[in-house]
């Protein structure tokens, strides 16, 4: 075989092999048993009833919520208010951008390159967020996330995600006590996760996001976490859309922060996109693959003299031994 066609297809496996390894998360999460540890509707009071009777408080009152910066955009000030006004027993931070490089310089430093090493904003955005809950616990809530109706019957659980629909979880809202494991385990998987995936959106998703959250709660569930280490799931009624929701999703009408928004629409439907970007990234494979065997692999035939004729699958032929195996064992003889 020619040198070329040695290195095309090295390098052919390789991209097929970060797919295939990519694509089983992804099956992998199809086929999680998350639906194991939902947050039973029984098990939270409805709103304004007796909270005392109800379970035991792990998590600490504490809300933290990020920006840019102190400046909150009209849009969101409602919610972030009913957040505040639902809940004057407890401590709000909210993190911006400054106050979050502080915070990772000063208390994980070990961290302090990967996190300003992030191409995009929403990598800091989303990687702080973990780094609070593991410190401080308390519950995190994006911005665009209003509060509904007090989090109190939330603290009860050792840590809580949100469950999103047709698989995985989200972490636009979360809740956990300080030094969780399996929040430990996402601070601690964070670099090793920092990795280009040429498209922005997979890049973001999959390097601090949902889906990088999804896998790694995927394989937190498979070593059967102890039940003072459970994660427990928030289903999609207790999140919104119902008075006995804890959650009430700003539709965000505004003229502005239209990145912002865009940004929480993908964190909302993460799953879809993921799949989506990976069948683009497919189809841009297939046409290289086609434009190498069709122009590159044919020139050499046409510059030997011998199948001149240019055809898609010159290479294919070529492999598979057909009427182009002849060439291949001159060539090597
Ligand atoms: C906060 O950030 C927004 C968006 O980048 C900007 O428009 C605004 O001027 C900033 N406010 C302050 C006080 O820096």
């Not at 920092?194 to 890049?203: A, D, E, G, K, Q």
Request: aromatic share 14%.
């Amino acid at each position: 075989m020619r040198r070329g066609t040695v290195i095309f297809l090295v390098i052919s496996l390789i991209i097929l092999g970060v797919l295939v390894n990519a694509f089983s998360t992804l099956i992998a999460l199809l086929f999680e048993k998350g639906g194991a540890t939902p947050i039973d509707p029984s098990e939270i009071p409805l709103p304004g009833s007796d909270l005392s009777a109800n379970g035991t408080q792990l998590i600490p009152k504490i809300i933290h919520q990020t920006y840019i910066n102190a400046t909150i955009p009209n849009k969101w000030q409602e919610g972030q208010q009913a957040c505040v006004d639902l809940h004057d027993d407890y401590e709000y931070i909210l993190w911006t951008d400054e106050k979050s490089r502080d915070f990772i310089a000063t208390e994980y430093s070990w961290f302090l390159e990967t996190f300003d090493s992030y191409p995009f904003p929403i990598q800091r955005a989303d990687s702080i967020r973990y780094f609070v809950l593991d410190f401080y616990g308390g519950i995190y809530i994006d911005l665009d996330d209003g509060c509904n109706r007090p989090l109190d019957p939330l603290l009860n659980y050792p840590a809580w995600l949100r469950r999103t629909v047709p698989t995985g979880i989200s972490n636009d809202a979360m809740g956990s006590v300080p030094h969780h494991p399996f929040f430990r385990k996402v601070i601690e998987s964070l670099e090793y996760y920092n990795r280009s995936w040429v498209l922005p959106y997979i890049t973001v998703m999959y390097s601090t996001g949902p889906l990088f959250l999804s896998v790694l709660w995927v394989e937190y569930l498979r070593v059967d976490p102890a039940p003072e280490d459970a994660v427990r799931l928030l289903m999609p009624a207790e999140y919104k859309g119902h008075d006995y929701s804890f959650f009430n999703i700003s539709k965000g009408s505004s003229w502005h922060g239209k990145d912002a928004q865009t940004i929480f629409w993908m964190g909302k439907h993460w799953f879809l996109l993921t799949v989506a970007g990976f069948l683009i990234a497919g189809v841009i494979g297939g046409c290289l693959w086609w434009v190498w065997s069709s122009c590159v692999m044919n020139a050499g035939m046409t510059s030997n003299g011998k199948g001149g004729k240019r055809r898609p699958w010159g290479l294919w032929r070529r492999l598979s031994g057909g009427k182009g195996r002849y060439e291949l064992v001159e060539r090597m003889a």
